[in-house]
């Protein structure tokens, strides 16, 4: 497994990139630190930095919201921080880069689905579809989320804060922005994966048409005014 040293990483600042700008050749996995129960946790970097993906870094670009989990999860195994998992839709570009680079963290870490103890679950999960982690409790560093409501952006955190501003709604309802980290490989005892976690995200309501219908004493009063149509031979 190729990797960076352990301290390294802390003297280059963490920043943004744009998927199409992520270099393959340039992947790297290392230790970042000791979880609570005194296993090493790794994590990918690209140019020796942590890899935070800008996934909407044009004006114009916004991201589907596909589903959403209704209550936070833990979010590492054997760990208390909770997040909300929140599937989004990516464009077959953006997809095919987050595959290359799947492929090539799975190289890194010499996995091989021939004789694998566990089971690689992929950040693409078909379809376009990738799951997002806002963070939401029990962290010290909670995923920032902005509203657009009125014309203004609201910011907050956590689960009341996320409630107050869907107001009877759901994410789904909602385009958003956002940054994601690829935080760390999660190992449990049967599967690996790549944490995709939310370091910002801004939420916009998807615009729609507005319905004019009919109120109950209108319908009323058509019901009456049926009972006096002329009858057709």
Request: proline share 3%.
């Amino acid at each position: 497994m190729a990797q960076i040293p352990l301290d390294s990483y802390k003297l280059l600042p963490a920043m943004a990139i744009t998927l199409e700008s992520t270099n393959i050749l340039n992947l790297t996995v290392s230790e970042v630190g000791v979880l609570a129960n005194e296993t090493s946790l790794l994590a990918p970097f690209h140019n020796g930095r942590k890899i935070i993906l800008d996934l909407t870094p044009n004006e114009d670009d916004w991201l589907e919201v596909l589903e959403v989990n209704g209550d936070s999860m833990v979010h590492h195994e054997g760990e208390t921080t909770k997040a909300l998992h929140m599937a989004v839709r990516l464009s077959d570009n953006a997809i095919d880069k987050i595959d290359a680079i799947e492929k090539k963290i799975r190289i890194l870490m010499g996995y091989s689905v021939l004789g694998a103890k566990k089971a690689w679950y992929g950040m693409h999960r078909g379809g376009g579809k990738v799951i997002l982690n806002l963070v939401m409790s029990d962290s010290a560093t909670l995923t920032p989320l902005r509203f657009l409501q009125g014309g203004q952006l609201n910011k907050g955190f956590g689960q009341a804060f996320l409630n107050e501003c869907m107001d009877g709604t759901n994410l789904k309802d909602f385009y958003c922005k956002a940054k994601v980290e690829l935080e760390c490989i999660h190992e449990t005892s049967d599967t690996i994966s790549i944490l995709l976690t939310v370091h910002s995200v801004i939420f916009a309501p998807v615009p729609k048409r507005s319905i004019v219908d009919f109120t109950d004493e209108e319908e009323a009063a058509v019901i009456r005014a049926a009972k006096r149509l002329k009858y057709r031979f």
